[in-house]
């Protein structure tokens, strides 16, 4: 998650940036290319952290008239065998490192940052405050100033406020509070502390304070007289210094500033087409990182009937199932039937499960009993449907449904038809959320029990392999086990439309 947030992050600060540099940069539109910087930073944080499920209709799989059927395989499918999985191990170790390495950097910009302050404060304490006409000035040998600190102004003691260039630095710097560019430069600092790793917010900042120069320059200097101003302002650029956080009037690199001075203040229409571009860009850029496609049918466009399906969560108790470290299969699949039953109402379906916590259904302390137990309870419920839940951890595997195979004696055939569009309608709609093999699963040796042993039509849905790194994100994740509900229950109501 934290490898996927960074990424997205220096992809989304870096394709901003890039449009500021190669549209925006060095032009005169100094308020429109400030709010662009701030965004840069705002916009690949929220890109990081904001999901926006965007609920599509698939309409190949709405299909009311019937299902395109998918084709059937044999399987020699068994139940899964406790394995330790050294692979995910190593994964996690890297992110925990990964993780060490993020919050180090965090703790060191946060360090620089509390010390730019505190020099910042310690120079307001040892300046001596001066009113001058409507200006309160902090006196000071600092080479720092003439800089402004939010609403504080320093002014270097060597230099007579009084002076003709004085009032046009003054008026400079005044610029800065009336505008707020010390938040500016806080909020592009906290940025840079929570996103230190990219190159890109460092750029952006250093960048938004060459445009709040921009734009006090443009104000300070008279209208035929930015030669002259330029002038005095290569004067105050010799000998001075710079602190975080503070907006100092020798702001460099200096041949920037005096070229944007001298620039010509008619916008061109290709600057006004690049800032009408801007916000479509940053939003496209934005919502390309957000927003997840989901496959959704509602009752409304399926025109479904309200029906049971009973929901059967794989093991339970001492029979752990599937494990992969401290992961169990029990505990997976109950989690899967309990968001399966949370989404139901949103598909017009009612749910009945088999097992409400870690124990086998209907109080049995034997496995062969509880699938007997498994098929009772599906068989008394006169449902639509039969699923029952479970997750595998071979390494070669992803998700996979099965249906009866009907050779085992004990089925009845009759069902194996709706099994099979039931098993599709569930594949087809999986596969928006998690890799499925694309064919229908029957176990021929042995059959599967409570499919070969249910009265109504039945599906077993493999919903994934805990060894496979792309699946255990999602089995694991709540989000992902939503997601995957929903793609389940959407199936479910497909087949039950066109059932």
């Known amino acids: 998650m934290l490898l996927s947030a960074m990424i997205k992050v220096l992809v989304v600060s870096g394709l901003l940036l890039g449009y500021y540099w190669l549209f925006l940069r060095n032009r005169r539109q100094h308020q429109f290319n400030r709010f662009f910087l701030l965004a840069v930073g705002v916009v690949a944080v929220l890109a990081a952290f904001v999901k926006i499920d965007w609920v599509i209709r698939d309409s190949e799989l709405i299909q009311q008239s019937g299902i395109d059927l998918l084709p059937l395989v044999a399987s020699d499918w068994r139940e899964a065998s406790p394995v330790l999985a050294p692979a995910t191990t190593t994964r996690l170790n890297w992110q925990g490192l990964l993780f060490l390495v993020y919050a180090a950097g965090c703790l060191v910009s ?42 504080t102004l320093f002014w270097p003691r060597d230099i007579d406020p009084a002076g003709n260039f004085s009032q046009q630095i003054l008026k400079h710097e005044q610029y800065h509070i009336q505008q707020k560019h010390g938040w500016d430069l806080l909020i592009t600092e906290l940025l840079g502390v ?23 320059d443009a104000f300070a200097a008279e209208t035929g007289a930015e030669l002259g101003y330029a002038e005095q302002l290569l004067e105050q650029h010799i000998s001075r210094s710079k602190l975080r956080l503070a907006i100092s009037f020798s702001q460099p690199p200096l041949k920037r500033r005096v070229t944007m001075l001298l620039q010509h203040r008619k916008k061109s229409i290709y600057v006004k087409i690049a800032c009408w571009l801007a916000l479509p860009v940053a939003a496209l850029v934005f919502l390309s990182m957000t927003v997840r496609p989901q496959t959704r049918f509602s009752s409304a466009t399926l025109k479904a009937p309200r029906a049971t399906i009973v929901v059967d969560a794989g093991h339970g108790g001492p029979d752990a199932g599937a494990v992969v470290g401290e992961l169990q299969e029990k505990d997976i699949s109950l989690a899967l039937v309990k968001a399966i039953a949370a989404e139901a109402k949103n598909y017009n379906l009612d749910i009945v499960l088999t097992r409400h916590d870690d124990a086998l259904p209907g109080g049995t302390t034997d496995i062969t009993s509880a699938l007997r137990k498994r098929s009772e309870m599906g068989n008394a419920a006169n449902a639509s449907l039969f699923l029952s839940i479970h997750v595998d951890n071979a390494q070669d595997e992803h998700a996979s449904v099965f249906i009866p195979s009907g050779r085992n004696g004990r089925e009845d055939l009759s069902l194996i038809p709706a099994c099979t569009a039931a098993g599709t309608a569930i594949v087809k709609s999986m596969s928006a959320v998690i890799t499925t093999r694309p064919a229908l699963q029957q176990r021929f040796d042995k059959g599967i029990w409570v499919l070969d042993n249910s009265t109504i039509p039945s599906v077993l849905i493999e919903c994934g392999s805990l060894a496979q790194a792309s699946d255990k994100a999602i089995l694991t994740d709540p989000v992902g086990q939503q997601k995957l509900a929903k793609a389940i229950l959407a199936g479910v109501q497909q087949y039950v439309a066109a059932h």
């Open 110 to 151: 946060f360090a620089r940052f509390l010390q730019s302050i505190r020099r910042l404060q310690n120079m307001k304490k040892t300046a001596e405050p001066v009113q001058y006409l409507s200006y309160r000035l902090y006196m000071t040998d600092s080479p720092t100033a003439p800089a402004v600190y939010f609403s």
């Open 194 to 216: 929570l996103i230190w790793f990219s190159p890109f917010i460092h750029i952006a900042r250093k960048e938004l304070q060459l445009v709040h120069e921009f734009a006090a």
